[in-house]
């Protein structure tokens, strides 16, 4: 499959998780956007999980945006 712009990788996955999991997945995104934490902590939270793809590099892209966005398709 070709995602030009990531979105429908995003939504291939998330077809394929359980619901149980969804919710997980909701309530980490509604801590990481809550505003508690700044860019380069959000960052340095999501190069610790196993995710396969990155919002950014180097200091390129918003991790913010990006996890907004990403929680944005759970709905």
């Not at 969804?22 to 959000?42: H, N, P, V």
Request: proline share 4%.
């Amino acid at each position: 499959m070709f995602f030009p712009d990531g979105t429908g990788l995003i939504e291939d996955a998330i077809s394929n998780t359980p619901k149980n999991d969804l919710i997980a997945i909701k309530r980490f995104l509604d801590e990481l956007t809550s505003g508690k934490y700044d860019e380069a902590q959000l960052r340095i939270i999501w190069r610790s999980t196993n995710a396969e793809i990155s919002p950014f590099r180097g200091q390129e892209g918003s991790c913010t945006d990006f996890l907004r966005g990403l929680r944005s398709l759970l709905e």
